[in-house]
């Protein structure tokens, strides 16, 4: 427990830092914005990887989705607290320096400008290091890292969404690059966020001999409740990515006509 956590404290925040450094260095006329903001969506990805990688190795070495185990599933868990806590001073410091000239503005305006639009993965953070680490590492005993895993892969996502907002923060959102990335962004997320659900449910019904529809009456009540928590803000970011997709590919009115 103890080594994951030091080193994941040392790792994202090291990382974090390394970034920055080489991006004012190779990048001088970018802002601190740019660096700060950048460097963040930089260290996200790498994590991402790092946590999809862990949950594709669990989730091959479980035959039994119930039983059989690996140590990624608990280890990995404790290398995420530190960057949980880390990506929560990160989105700070992207609000500090979006806001500009620092003696202009109280810090504690930036503060509650930082929660009111980041409210929603404040909470997701909050979530997960309140939640769902408690019931990884303890309350579901010695049970469950297939699907420990299957959560994992989630992450797969995100070093699309990252680019993407990379790309937005470089104002390069005509480029083909952003139309592409757009639909991988909607692919990986439709497939990692959203159809994972009805994998894990296929997976366990496949072992038990039961049908998809009928696995959510063959588990606990808790697991269907656990699963419709987690689904339902990866639908509502989906819808998001859907819209921020129709607005991209909408042909202007007069395009149409010539």
């Known amino acids: 427990m103890l080594l994951p956590l030091a080193w994941g404290s040392l790792f994202f ?7 920055t450094w080489g991006l004012r260095r190779a990048r001088p006329a970018w802002t601190h914005h740019d660096c700060v903001m950048i ?5 996200s990805s790498v994590q991402a990887v790092l946590a999809t990688g862990s949950g594709i190795i669990v989730i ?3 035959s039994d ?3 059989d185990r690996h140590w990624l599933a608990r280890e990995y868990v ?5 960057y949980m806590i880390y990506d929560t001073y990160a989105m700070y410091l992207c609000e500090w320096y979006r806001a500009g000239d620092q003696s202009s503005r109280h810090s504690l305006t930036i503060f509650r400008n930082f929660l009111s639009k980041n409210r929603l993965m404040i909470t997701h953070h909050v979530f997960i290091l309140l939640v769902l680490v408690p019931i990884a590492q303890k309350l579901r005993g010695e049970l469950g890292d297939f699907f420990v895993g299957c959560i994992f892969t989630a992450e797969l996502s995100t070093p699309f969404v990252s680019l993407g907002r990379i790309l937005i923060q470089l104002k390069q959102q005509h480029t083909l690059l ?4 757009g639909i991988l962004t909607l692919t990986t997320f439709f497939l990692c966020r959203i159809l994972l659900f009805p994998f894990m449910y296929w997976s366990y019904g496949r072992q038990q001999g039961l049908s998809l529809l009928r696995v ?5 009540f808790h697991c269907n409740v656990a699963n419709a928590f987690l689904i339902a803000p990866q639908i509502y970011w ?3 990515l859907c819209k921020k997709a129709a607005r991209l590919f909408d042909v202007p009115p007069a395009k149409k006509d010539s």
Do not use: D
């Open 78 to 82: 404790w290398f995420l607290i530190p």
């Open 178 to 181: 952003y139309k592409v990335n």
């Open 60 to 62: 091959r070495s479980c």
């Open 238 to 240: 989906f819808s998001l």
């Open 13 to 19: 925040p090291g990382l974090f830092g390394v970034c």
């Open 65 to 67: 989705v119930i039983t």
């Open 216 to 220: 959510p009456f063959h588990i606990p």
């Open 39 to 43: 460097s963040t969506r930089l260290v």
